[in-house]
């Protein structure tokens, strides 16, 4: 239903900043959820940041709370996560996802995303 393909991912230094963005290609993606995870080499799957269809309301994890800011823009089809003072800790792969379901909830668990993208690698260097 919602095609998703991620971009920006690269290698940066300890303390630097990324923007990714999350390319989108569905007619329910403007009214729908959307989020971003990470996966660390060893780790399961973890949330990252969460928007609501309208952009008005973010939630995000502990971990990134004050350094990622995500975003969206309808008009675009497009979702961004602005990373600043980037960790070690926070190398992964991160993951776009779309809701499952129309909610007013902040969901959290990979569960209640259906669509996926591909991925892009994000390494944080010494």
């Known amino acids: 239903q919602v095609q998703l393909g991620e971009s920006g991912g690269g290698l940066v230094q300890d303390g630097g900043s990324l923007r990714l963005s999350c390319a989108a290609q569905?007619?329910?993606?403007?009214?729908?959820?959307m989020g971003w995870f990470r996966q660390a080499p060893g780790k399961e799957r973890e949330f990252v940041a969460g928007i609501s269809w309208s952009g008005h309301t973010t939630w995000y994890a502990d971990s990134v709370k004050g350094r990622f800011t995500i975003s969206r823009d309808n008009a675009k089809n497009t979702v961004y996560l602005e990373m600043n003072r980037l960790k070690l800790e926070d190398t992964a792969v991160y993951y776009c996802a779309a809701a499952r379901t129309l909610t007013f909830a902040r969901i959290v668990e990979t569960k209640d995303f259906g669509s996926w993208g591909q991925g892009t690698q994000v390494t944080v260097s010494s």
């Open positions: 569905g007619r329910t993606f403007s009214s729908i959820a």
